[in-house]
């Protein structure tokens, strides 16, 4: 797996979120290196669920591809600790039916989004339709797997990759 690089970080000491694309670069590490050059330096946190309602309750995402970005973080981050067994909360419906609204079903990978989406809001009938498209061959296990849970009507969150 290769590393996650989030548009949108939270500092270490003030919890201020700050986009990456606004920051001056001041030097560059090399991923997985051993170097101990900035050892001293705190890294700047993941945001926490929390932190991305914030974000969209303050907004700190003023453009579409921001919001975007959030809304779909923001729904990965709710469902990973129901993935892990931790909680059985679902994904906020608010949040997902926004989300909805800035896929681009033209687009392969946001139409299958776009797919998982309204089947967890249980809009199998949506999902089926958006299911009915000339996939990429790659895509053949997400699509099979959300098919399958689709015509179950199960909303339950999966691990879909």
């Given amino acids: 797996m290769l590393p996650d690089e989030p548009w949108l970080r939270r500092h270490p ?45 303050t907004g700190v995402a003023p453009s579409h591809e921001k919001e975007h970005y959030v809304r779909m973080r923001l729904w990965w981050a709710t469902n990973d600790p129901v993935r892990r067994g931790e909680t059985n909360t679902l994904s906020d419906r608010e949040n997902l039916l926004k989300l909805l609204t800035f896929l681009d079903d033209s687009v392969p990978d946001q139409r299958l989004m776009a797919a998982e989406v309204c089947r967890e809001l249980g809009d199998f009938d949506r999902a089926s339709v958006l299911l009915k498209f000339q996939f990429p061959k790659d895509y053949d296990d997400a699509v099979n797997l959300i098919k399958k849970l689709n015509e179950q009507k199960d909303v339950s969150v999966r691990q879909v990759a």
């Fill in 13 to 57: 000491s003030n919890d201020e979120l700050f986009w990456t694309d606004e920051c001056e670069e001041v030097a560059v590490e090399e991923p997985w290196g051993d170097s101990d050059d900035y050892a001293e330096i705190p890294f700047a946190d993941e945001p926490s669920i929390e932190d991305y309602q914030r974000a969209l309750a």
